[in-house]
């Protein structure tokens, strides 16, 4: 199964210049939560924003470039023996789609914009956090839901972040087949 996570705002806004819009503890706790343990496939860009393999799941970064030596061996000296994280470079969407849907497994896209184009339609679930606001000056987005193809299947309603006095909720959609 291909699933996406994503955090977007009212007009579908998620980052600016390679980062996220919102620092919200809860969505990144819930972000924490729904992934451990399963895939997660993210861009060159998206990796190089978070410096390090993310503990406890394995990590697939998609490039038509690679990434330099160091990068890698950076990469897997941060993974401790006997973790169940891991590390590895994918050039080929089409078979890493393959991979997911087959696999019987649940696979998190998490980033950044090109891969979310790029794999929005193979995707089977979408877990949204919706910002209730508009962030200005974003310059990535995040294709529209449309409602005929994709179904509310759990939303938790508006949590207010006393921290950073935003509103947000928690959405999982299942594509409509």
Known sequence: MLSIIVAVDLNNAIGRKNALLWHISRDLKYFKSVTTSHPVIMGRNTYYSIGRPLPG?????????????EQIQKALSAIKPGSNTSFELCADLDSLVKRAKESGEEYFVMGGGQLYNALFS????????????????????????????????????????????????????????
């Open 57 to 69: 799941r394995r990590n697939i970064v998609v490039s038509g470039k690679g990434l330099p030596d």
């Open 122 to 177: 193979h995707a089977d679930r979408l877990y949204i956090t919706r910002i209730h606001a508009s962030a200005a000056e974003a310059d990535t987005f995040f294709p529209a839901i449309d409602g005929r193809q994709w179904q509310v299947v759990s939303d938790s309603g508006k949590i207010h972040d006393e921290e950073n006095g935003i509103d947000f909720s928690f959405i999982i959609y299942r594509r409509v087949r």
